[in-house]
């Protein structure tokens, strides 16, 4: 799958998280998601203990609270609808501070910020813990199709290049006394997208010739055989196992 890729997200540490194999945290993660979202909405207390696993697991793995915290403000534009949902929403109504809010909306807006802040944050901490290459191997491990894991492969690294080359125009423009300052500008900035572009699709064609030359069939050398034991899926999926036992007492209860 090619050479480490390191990403901002990325925490490194010698944790007991960071050591499981990568497959083992993508699983335990996903079924984490899936028992959180399948929790009643009335059930605020799971939620609490949700809230509770997850902070053992930031504590377990070493990643700071105010990382964590950080990170989750990629969630606003969820938390602006959320806040919107009890003025807009049909059905009972009921008085807060003044404000006709629904009852349904309240739930509904309830549902989306409690369910959504588990879900990043579950994403948080398996980034945090998972380099991007490990991530990719995990996905094939778990037999995703390999086309789809060649892709976001791809993604990933021309992304980066492509980054690259906008800040190297960048420096480009600016050493020659040019800065954006108002719409006159935007024709400078509009050849220099296409120019990126073109340099982008160039470049990937001379990927693509030297990975043929290469041997390149439309599948990728696996070099690393990730492997797990049975102590490491059990270490891994005790954080979705426990949450599966809150799940079932939230509707029990």
Known sequence: MGAGHAHRLYRH???PVHALPPHTKLAAAFTFVIVVVSTPREAVWAF???????AGVARAAQVPAAFLLKRLLIEIPFVAFAVLMPFVAQGE??????MSLSVNGLWGAWNVLAKGTLGVATS?????????????LGLQRLKLPPLLVQIASFMIRYGDVIADE?????????SRGFEASGV???????KSAGALFIRS???GERVHLAMMSRGYTGSMPVIDEVTASRA????????PVAALAVCLLGWSL
């Open 13 to 15: 540490a010698h944790s």
């Open 48 to 54: 609490a203990a949700y809230a509770v696993l997850l």
């Open 93 to 98: 109504r009921v008085e807060v501070l003044g």
């Open 124 to 136: 948080v901490l398996l980034a945090s813990t998972t380099e991007l290459r490990e991530l990719l």
């Open 166 to 174: 906008m800040r190297r125009m960048r420096i480009a423009r600016e």
């Open 184 to 190: 006159r500008h935007w024709g400078v900035l509009a």
């Open 201 to 203: 699709y160039e470049r």
């Open 232 to 239: 490491q899926w059990s270490y891994a999926f005790a954080l």
